[in-house]
């Protein structure tokens, strides 16, 4: 300010009669770029030695903070939008004014990215939308989206006209599968360098892209019947699906949620359960297929019934042999309405309702028979079968048989050896054999000796009586078994030797016999044609001549 008064003075000592005339205005800075919100200082001066009233003029807040013989400072607060100061002083009369521009800026700290919608169907068009809502001054904006790291489009604000300037840009675009979880985002610049500011940027937070293929209905696989109680397998398969592998199946069967085992492949995403129906009659199956926002649902009608296996009785489960035995096959109470019955052996078909029977007189072969019953049951137009099978056990007093347990046994010396005797009955007898009074181990076996060579007492007992057997024992040594085996040896020798000779002898007279063949054929053309030429010389003789 001293170096400006100085000037002053000086302009008045060399033009003393056009002070008035000659006074400038100025105000500092010469150009002002204030952020939004902001304050800024003003200094207004003047070259008149002597001014008169002076100060600024503006709707923007204001406080002198300063003031000098030619010149004065003021404070301009909470600047929010652009504006014009005037700076103004009089000298003798005559005022002079000076403008101040004020241009308010702000960053684009706020940059929002909107996709719409955010799951897309295949071929679909979306809308990517990015808007800055607080930002100036707008002609100095570049907005621009991006897909990834490529630019999808750009956009900046010079040409607009100021009434229909907004901070924002959208475009359209049509889905692909190979968009599905592509990143997008929107990046604002405001260059202010051209007012002397600086350069300023903004981001958008990344928003992801999802892309879905649900064309077609979804599908159940069930059977039309199911049997209450009993496990069930269904599955609710969907196709032409994208992405399969995240789509999400909700099963019910009536009120009763399913918990199933979700699988995909490709384009194909499928659900596989397992069912026990509860409560008898007409349900329903439904499949709830979700994707996205996309929800599809389908239905499939059931029957459950109930049929549970025939009821098949032995009237005695373990009778003795000669026991007269009742076997009866009854349906289910469970079962409705009463089912046909067929049991093996019967005679005839009992009438609807009632059970089917049979009498056997238990006999020792009958022991592990198997009796079976068949019912049938028609249900919604299908013939359904049940089965029940039970064995007939027999029991019957021991026996010792002599192919299971021979009479007399040949043990080899040496060789390792058990007794054998096995018997029959039912229940299945407990066997003890005794030589001498002492009991043999019928378990072991044992290294044959000349000391097993004897005779073994065997019992056989169950509940319903015992049968004893006298067993021999041989116990042959090592030498006599090799000279049997030569004997026989020798036998089958001499056996095989007759026989070639046989064979041999009854050949050869065949064969001499086959050797004068042709020689006796050959005598005997000799004589027919002698008796052909005497034949000849007779027709030509003399007396025929």
């Not at 030619?70 to 103004?88: A, G």
């Not at 059931?302 to 007269?324: N, R």
């Not at 052909?532 to 027709?539: I, W, Y």
Request: glycine letters at 6%.
């Amino acid at each position: 300010m001293l170096l400006f008064g100085t000037w002053a003075l000086l302009a008045l000592i060399l033009c003393p009669g056009a002070t008035e005339e000659l006074f400038e205005v100025s105000v500092w800075p010469d150009q002002a770029l204030v952020e939004f919100g902001q304050s800024l200082v003003v200094n207004c001066s003047t070259t008149c030695p002597d001014p008169g009233p002076s100060g600024i003029e503006t709707f923007l807040k204001k406080t002198q903070v300063g003031k000098g013989p030619q010149w004065k400072e003021f404070l301009l607060e909470d600047i929010t939008e652009n504006s014009i100061l005037q700076c103004f002083f009089s000298c003798s009369g005559i005022q002079k004014e000076m403008s101040l521009g004020i241009s308010v800026y702000q960053p684009p700290e706020h940059v929002i990215l909107e996709l719409q919608p955010a799951w897309v169907a295949v071929d679909e068009a979306f809308t990517v939308k990015c808007h800055v809502p607080n930002v100036a001054p707008l002609e100095n904006l570049t907005l621009t989206l991006l897909q990834g790291n490529q630019e999808l489009h750009r956009k900046n604000f010079v040409s607009l006209a100021m009434a229909v300037q907004r901070a924002e840009v959208a475009i359209s675009v049509r889905a692909q599968r190979e968009d599905d979880r592509c990143n997008f985002s929107c990046h604002a610049q405001l260059d202010l360098s051209s007012q002397g500011g600086g350069l300023f940027h903004g981001s958008s937070a990344i928003m992801v892209l999802r892309i879905f293929e649900f064309s077609q209905s979804p599908q159940i696989w069930v059977s039309p019947l199911l049997e209450v109680g009993m496990a069930e397998s269904v599955s609710c398969v969907v196709a032409r699906v994208f992405p399969a592998k995240e789509v999400m199946f909700y099963m019910l069967l009536g009120d009763q949620e399913l918990n199933p085992f979700l699988s995909w492949e490709g384009d194909t995403a499928w659900a596989n359960a397992t069912v026990r129906a509860l409560e008898t009659g007409d349900q329903e199956l439904s499949c709830l297929v979700s994707l996205g926002p996309m929800e599809q649902k389908t239905k499939e009608p059931v029957y459950v019934y109930s049929f549970p296996p025939p009821v098949l009785e032995i009237e005695e489960s373990y009778p003795s042999v000669g026991t007269d035995v009742n076997v009866t096959c009854s349906g289910h109470v469970l079962t409705s309405p009463s089912p046909t019955l067929r049991l093996q052996g019967a005679p005839d078909l009992p009438a609807p309702g009632e059970p089917a029977w049979i009498l056997v007189t238990a006999r020792e072969e009958d022991d592990g028979r198997n009796f079976s019953c068949e019912a049938s049951l028609e249900v919604q137009g299908q013939q359904l079968i049940k089965t029940t099978a039970i064995q007939l056990h027999v029991f019957y007093e021991p026996r010792l048989e002599e192919s299971g347990c021979p009479g007399n046994q040949t043990w080899v010396e040496g060789t390792e050896q058990m007794l054998a005797c096995i018997p029959k009955g039912n229940p299945t007898p407990s066997m003890v054999c005794t030589r001498n009074g002492m009991i043999f181990n019928l378990e072991v076996p044992q290294t044959a000796t000349q000391n097993h060579t004897g005779t073994y007492c065997c019992v056989a007992t169950n509940q319903l009586g015992s049968v004893s057997k006298d067993i021999a024992v041989i116990v042959q040594g090592l030498d006599e078994d090799l000279s049997s085996t030569i004997f026989i040896i020798i036998i089958v020798a001499l056996g095989v030797g007759v026989v070639t000779i046989a064979l041999y002898l009854n050949y050869r007279p065949c064969k001499i016999e086959r050797r004068k063949l042709p020689y006796r054929q050959k005598e005997n053309s000799k004589e027919e044609e002698s008796q052909l030429d005497v034949q000849q010389a007779e027709k030509c003789s003399p007396h025929n001549c």
